[in-house]
Every structure is written in structure tokens, then in C-alpha cells.
């Protein structure tokens, strides 16, 4: 419980501007980690450096961090939110496990630089998106998707 609270604790500017957040957010994923944009296909044509300020970007963005604001606040009681999203991630999307811990990093950062979640927040986010994962990984045997 601990470490839910302490993300939340620094989630309202989040919460408050979902879509800016998460333009931020995916921007920087698909500038760090260029791979993952072909994941997106509706994205996968948009150019490095028209990333920043497109609005579907910054729109899915969005969708992502609502989400993620769910599962934070169940704080742990979390496996009517996370099995359509894991059975969505395996059998429509094909997204592989390394992502979310990659989407991780990205969160902790900007929540780190706009947010103001120190070094032991980031490190409870860490926690939580381990466990969340481990939990989209049991979805993923179950349906026989190896991510």
C-alpha cells in the first residue's frame, strides 16, 4: 500500500492534464526506444520530430495513463482492471512483456521532471509496474501468448 500512495501522492498534476502528460509520455518512449512506435500502427508513419504535439499521440497517451491512474488506485486489487488490458496487449496488439517495463522508465522520468516524484516514488512506481506485470505475464500463459 505504501507504494501506491507514495505515486499518488505526486499523481494530480497527472490526473489534471492526462492528455499533456501523456503526449510527454509516448513522445519520449518512441524517441527513446524508436522500436516501440511500430507498435502503434496508427503511428508508425509519424515522423521523430512530429511527435511532440500531435494530438492522436498525445490522445492514446492519455488513454494509457488513465488506465494506469485506475490500477494505482485500487492499489493492488487490481485484476478486473488489468485482465481485458493484458488479453487486449496479447491477442490484439502483440505487446511483449519488455514494453511495459520500458513505459516504466518513461513515467518514472516524467513524473520525476513534472510531477515532482523523488527517488523513492520512482522506485515504488518500479514496485507497483513489477507487480502489474507479473500479473499481465499470468494473463499471457493463460492465453498462450509468450511476451
Known amino acids: ?5 507514495m505515486i499518488l501522492k505526486c499523481w494530480g498534476p497527472v490526473e489534471a492534464d492526462f492528455t499533456t502528460y501523456g ?3 509516448l513522445t519520449r518512449l518512441f524517441t527513446e526506444h524508436p522500436d516501440t512506435q511500430t507498435l502503434f500502427p496508427k ?3 509519424i515522423a521523430q520530430g512530429d511527435l511532440a504535439g500531435n494530438a492522436a499521440v498525445a490522445a492514446h497517451g492519455a488513454t ?7 490500477l494505482l488506485k485500487a492499489k493492488g486489487n487490481h485484476a478486473a482492471i488489468l485482465k481485458p488490458l493484458a488479453t487486449t496487449h496479447a491477442n490484439t496488439h ?8 520500458l513505459i516504466t522508465e518513461i ?4 513524473m520525476a521532471e513534472k510531477a515532482g516524484l ?8 518500479r514496485a507497483v509496474m513489477a507487480i502489474v506485470t507479473a500479473d499481465i ?3 499471457y500463459k493463460e492465453l498462450g501468448f509468450a511476451g
Open 1 to 5: 500500500m505504501a507504494d501506491f500512495d
Open 23 to 25: 503526449g510527454i509520455v
Open 43 to 45: 503511428f508508425k508513419s
Open 64 to 70: 494509457v495513463l488513465k488506465k494506469l491512474g485506475e
Open 94 to 101: 502483440k505487446i511483449k512483456l519488455n514494453n511495459f517495463k
Open 107 to 110: 513515467i518514472a522520468k516524467v
Open 118 to 125: 523523488d527517488a523513492a516514488g520512482q522506485d515504488a512506481l
Open 137 to 139: 505475464d499470468v494473463t
